[in-house]
């Protein structure tokens, strides 16, 4: 009776293996058909002057992959707020260099990390017809004139800040080397004497002058240039301009950790950067 039992043994132990690969087979089989089938949401946190860009960006993604992108669209500093609030974010795109470094300084950036994706800079818009006949720097001064900009607390309109300080301190100055004419003095008074609304976020702003309810307003130079948008622009010399600087980063409480790299990995993908050059923006030069 032992010599039988002992046979058995092995028997009984190849079947218990047999089984728990069964089940384990099982569970792996089961994960995926899951993976398959549930579609997973990706919650996309982006400035509002990326509005075109990661529309197209979540059509193409989803298209590609059974994923549903969820996009927070607002203002950089707004989204910032949001996430530090605790909100549920995935990925975080945004039109600020400063917006990006307080999130890493708070850990709240997967790895630590962000990416550079794209440039861009600013241009004085109007709208298509330009009722108010304004061609240059000095019109904007003109009493009358109505002048929209984004809040100066948001990334464009601390870069419209920054862009009425340098014309100012130049061409505004009658005691500097770059003097050009009366109308450029105290030029960031005289233009905010004019102006009629401070809104929230870039997107505001443009639609707000391509409906006519503004004569100007201070955009990103890639609202203007896309096609087919109803505005036009008075450039901005190279000399008072700004380089805007767009990051993007995964956020270290992700739920979908994995998904939300593969999603900035599409971005960063020859596609992607084509789709950041079809909207206007200044692509990053990638090794």
Known sequence: MQAATSLNRPKKLLLAVVMVAIVAASLVAGYAYYLQTTRVQLRVYAASSLTNLFREYKLSFESQNNVEIILNLASSNTLREQIIG????????????????????????????????????????????????????????????????ADFKTPLGNYTNQVLSKIESSWGDPNGKYYQKPELEKYKSKILKNVIAYESNAQQVVTKVMNGL??????????????????????IPPEFNVKAVYQMAVLTDSPNIHIALAFVDYVFSEEGMQIIQKWGFVKVETP
């Open 214 to 235: 503004a004569d100007a307003g201070f955009v990103y130079l890639s609202d203007v240039v896309v096609k087919g948008v109803g505005l036009q622009g008075i450039s």
């Open 86 to 149: 605790g909100e549920v974010c995935d990925v975080f795109a945004s039109a600020s260099v400063s917006e990006m470094d307080l999130l890493r300084s708070k850990g709240l950036t997967f790895q630590n990390r962000s990416r550079t994706l794209a440039y861009n800079s600013l241009v004085i818009a109007t709208p298509a017809d330009n009722p108010a006949k304004l061609n240059g720097l000095e019109d904007l001064v003109k009493k009358g004139v109505r002048i929209i900009v």
